[in-house]
């Protein structure tokens, strides 16, 4: 799925529930909760074909939530082409999460 045209932003889109679930891949993850690592990380991949989320479960109880779009929808692994970070652990609890 990729509802937004080029210009939109997943993080614009309120309450956001992508059906089905398999749309999402939770991860366990090690690294910093950073922007930058996660990109650094995930551009590095390539995602299931369905996939349009990442869950990273990170230590301590962390979660970041990211989009990606990947280069191609039919193969079924593609190489990740993009990442949004929608959420890191500071934006979740100021948010009041």
């Known amino acids: 799925m990729n509802d937004l045209s080029p210009s ?7 309450n956001l529930v992508p059906l089905p679930y398999r749309r999402v891949s939770v991860q366990p993850y090690s690294g910093p909760m950073t922007v930058d690592a996660i990109a650094a990380l995930l551009l590095s991949r390539e995602a299931y074909r369905r996939t349009d989320f990442i869950v990273l ?3 301590t109880s962390k979660y ?3 989009a990606i ?8 692994f593609s190489r990740i082409t993009s990442v949004e970070v929608l ?3 500071e934006t979740c609890r100021a948010s009041g999460s």
Do not use: F, K
């Open 57 to 59: 479960r990170g230590e």
């Open 69 to 76: 779009p990947r280069a191609e929808s039919e193969p079924l």
């Open 87 to 89: 959420a890191l652990p």
């Open 64 to 66: 970041a939530v990211v």
């Open 8 to 14: 939109q932003r997943w993080s614009s889109v309120r």
